[in-house]
């Protein structure tokens, strides 16, 4: 099956600093891969679209300039957590789907990262 | 962008009892999905029911989906530990690429 990966797992960092997140379909072509956030024990918040070659479509809400997307080829997006808040630890998914498998509708998910801002 | 209700929010059975978990949601839609989730970890796609389709069955899973109530309900038979988990619906409508997803059960399955 088609395989999403998230790097890194788990990251620490300071107040006011950037943080990168990288999501790579490892085996298949992704041209829209979406962002989540999760809260404990709460469900997924779509943050925003991000499709290859073009802007990044945001949920409303969710500030472009606090999270930019960078979906620089068919199979890496990366998601930039800038000047970091405490108020920004969470979970953060994402999600790609492969156009060319045997159900368009499917998502396939990454593992996750863990971010904490201390 | 949550619409999608899931009832009941938790629910502790005991190892070979079945669980049932039910969804609502409200507007027209494409298809539904359900996924899982192990604490801390990411969604795993579990099975999908076109709006077309009214029960689909995958392994121990039961999906059913009744349009005109707008609900879907998730059975799972014969539990295992390994089952505990978290599990969401997310429905897709039209050409949109977007999952609505629905708040979720938390599942515990006692040995």
């Known amino acids: 099956g088609a395989v999403v990966s998230q790097h890194p797992s788990r990251v620490i960092c300071k107040s006011g600093t950037s943080v990168k997140i990288e999501c790579r379909s490892l085996?298949?072509?992704?041209?829209?891969m979406f962002w989540y956030r999760q809260f404990p024990k709460q469900s997924l918040m779509l943050m925003a679209t991000?499709?290859?070659?073009?802007?990044?479509?945001?949920e409303q809400g969710v500030e472009k300039d606090k999270f930019l997307i960078n979906h620089a080829s068919l199979t890496l997006s990366t998601l930039t957590v800038t000047s970091a808040h405490p108020e920004d630890s969470s979970f953060y998914i994402c999600?790609?789907?492969?156009?060319?498998?045997?159900?368009?509708?499917?998502?396939?998910f990454g593992p996750g990262t863990r971010l904490t801002v201390t | 962008s949550q619409q999608g209700e899931e009832d009941p929010q938790a629910l502790s059975i005991q190892e070979g009892e079945n669980a049932t978990m039910n969804c609502s949601y409200k507007?027209?839609?494409?298809?539904l999905q359900w996924y899982r989730q192990n604490s801390g970890r990411g969604l795993v796609h579990l099975i999908l029911?076109?709006?077309n389709e009214r029960e689909k069955h995958s392994g121990r899973l039961r999906v059913t989906l009744d349009t005109s109530k707008k609900s879907s309900s998730l059975l799972i038979t014969a539990s295992r530990a390994a089952d505990t988990a978290s599990y969401f619906c997310?429905?897709?409508?039209?050409?949109?690429?977007?999952?609505?997803w629905g708040l979720g059960t938390s599942l515990a399955v006692n040995p």
């Open positions: 085996d298949f072509q992704a041209t829209t």
């Open positions: 507007t027209s839609i494409n298809n």
């Open positions: 991000s499709n290859e070659g073009s802007k990044a479509t945001y």
């Open positions: 997310a429905t897709a409508a039209g050409n949109n690429r977007k999952l609505i």
């Open positions: 999600s790609a789907r492969d156009l060319s498998g045997t159900s368009i509708y499917e998502q396939y």
């Open positions: 029911i076109r709006s």
